[in-house]
């Protein structure tokens, strides 16, 4: 990569479709959910009790792991806020720094904070 090329407001708009489908299947996958799908497995009665504790088994499985998997997409729902705007920051705080320096350099004429002990050719 030859430089960075973020698009903050790209990045938020992404990350947004993500908090909203993350949303929905913890909604979709939620203990009350469950509970519903436990209770309409009830109203078949005692002849489908293995069918219904097998299901309310398995969906008790699945959701565990969903959970897990929302855990993993929440931590990069963070990472990705975190590292977005520690660029935003350090674009501002580097921009500062440089102007800084140039005004000091145009006024001091001492480059070194650019190039350090030694110069390049042609510089000042």
Not at 29 to 44: F, G, K, Q
Request: charged share 15%.
């Amino acid at each position: 990569m030859g430089k960075w090329h973020l698009q903050p407001e790209g990045v938020a708009a992404v990350l947004t479709a993500v908090e909203d489908d993350l949303g929905g299947m913890n909604e979709a996958w939620s203990a009350r959910r469950l509970e519903s799908i436990s209770e309409d497995l009830d109203a078949a009665g005692p002849a489908a009790a293995d069918v219904t504790g097998a299901v309310v088994a398995l969906l008790n499985a699945q959701g565990e792991r969903l959970s897990s998997m929302g855990n993993r997409v929440s931590a990069g729902l963070v990472g990705v806020e975190s590292a977005t705007a520690c660029f935003e920051n350090a674009q501002v705080e580097m921009l500062a720094q440089c102007q800084s320096h140039m005004l000091a350099s145009a006024g001091s004429g001492d480059f070194t904070w650019w190039y350090g002990s030694e110069l390049p050719a042609g510089a000042v």
